[in-house]
């Protein structure tokens, strides 16, 4: 099978597992895989973008200034000689990134979640999540206690991730890094991620592993070179973070991953409910702007308790929380649809992704993996 149809392949099968279904503009992961649709329907291919003052750079002076600012912090000779000189332009990753989807201009329309629901929660997708937890049973308990991450929804993430390691990205990360630096438009997020993968190969890890997405995301874990170097944790007891090669390594990563966000051990990420249609949504609404995400986070209502929620008749489909439990309610598919309370652990999840598809899809797997 040649090269390029692999590439196609494993392309296809990333988008089944991107990050989500965009709600809006705002509501993707600008480093994700391309989704199959956007908030106006089909994907459209964004307008070609002029580089900008940095991308105007001829590409042999701007491989001289990332070997600067790589000796600059401290980062060996030795490992600015191995990569930089040979670094050449990869075209393919700055071509995926200016064609991202973001919906129509001045689009407001939000996809409905359900039929992106019926793709990616699916028998196959909850079996394999399963048959991973059999298989990694003691090390998914150990690091569920060591860590407070609930072990289904470590195994829901990878899933998502990175189709439970079978689909990690083939681009060499300095080539794709250091091709959307020199681009321009955001030369300062990829020249540091650049810096932070020769930080890595300063570290012992080879040209093999330093490979992944076409925007930097890398390993199991799908994590930026930057997020490697803070959070990448040894799950096997060999000494070594390896998220290429090891699951339990990948593991304890996203559970450090989660942790370092702040996880709520013993607090499950939300609950299906039922809503009755005299809930007044204007009276629950946010009160205040959100600080990230506004297209994601406007969308769910204001905090309550548990007791409060069943007072204004939103009632629980199966489980529960106990009264005093603060929760907001998503709607994603509006009233009269199936709707969520959800804690402070969904948001949490939004941290390792920004959008309401996946965090949904993500609480949604792991539940079907617990059972």
């Given at each position: 099978m040649s090269v390029s149809l692999l590439m196609r392949i494993s392309l296809l099968v990333a988008s089944l597992f991107a990050a989500a279904l965009p709600a809006c503009g705002q509501e993707r992961d600008p480093l994700a895989p391309l989704p199959e649709g956007a908030a106006s329907g089909a994907a459209q291919a964004a307008p070609a973008v002029p580089p900008t003052p940095a991308g105007a750079m001829s590409w042999e002076a701007y491989k001289r200034h990332l070997a600067a600012r790589s000796l600059a912090e401290g980062i060996s000779q030795r490992?600015?000689?191995?990569?930089?000189?040979?670094?050449?332009?990869?075209?393919?990753?700055?071509?995926?990134?200016?064609?991202?989807?973001?919906?129509?201009?001045?689009?407001?329309?939000?996809?409905?979640?359900a039929p992106y629901q019926r793709k990616h929660v699916t028998s196959d997708i909850i079996s394999r999540g399963k048959a991973e937890v059999r298989q990694h049973w003691t090390t998914l308990n150990r690091i569920q206690q060591q860590y407070g991450v609930d072990k289904d929804v470590i195994v829901a993430i990878y899933g998502k991730e990175t189709s439970y390691g079978r689909i990690m990205g083939n681009f060499d990360l300095f080539e794709a890094l250091g091709s959307l630096a020199w681009e321009g438009r955001r030369r300062d997020l990829f020249e540091g991620e650049f810096v932070a993968a020769m930080k890595l190969m300063d570290k012992g890890y080879t040209r093999r592993h330093l490979t992944g997405s076409y925007a930097g995301a890398a390993g199991k874990t799908q994590f930026m070179p930057t997020n490697i170097l803070k959070l990448a944790k040894d799950g096997d007891g060999d000494g070594w973070a390896d998220i290429w090669g090891s699951e339990p390594d990948a593991f304890a990563s996203i559970a450090n991953y989660m942790a370092s966000k702040g996880w709520e051990r013993g607090i499950d990420w939300g609950i299906a409910v039922n809503v009755p249609r005299s809930l007044d949504r204007n009276a629950i609404a946010r009160k205040t702007p959100p600080e990230r995400c506004p297209a994601v986070f406007n969308r769910h209502s204001e905090w309550k308790t548990m007791a409060e929620w069943r007072r204004l008749g939103v009632t629980p489909v199966t489980t529960s929380f106990s009264d005093g439990v603060m929760l907001k309610l998503f709607e994603p598919d509006g009233p009269g649809r199936t709707a969520y309370l959800l804690t402070r652990n969904y948001d949490l999840i939004l941290d390792y992704n920004c959008s309401n598809f996946y965090a949904l899809t993500i609480g949604l797997v792991a539940d079907a993996i617990e059972r």
């Open positions: 490992t600015v000689d191995a990569v930089i000189p040979g670094l050449r332009i990869n075209q393919r990753s700055i071509d995926l990134d200016r064609s991202q989807p973001g919906g129509s201009p001045g689009s407001t329309r939000i996809p409905p979640y």
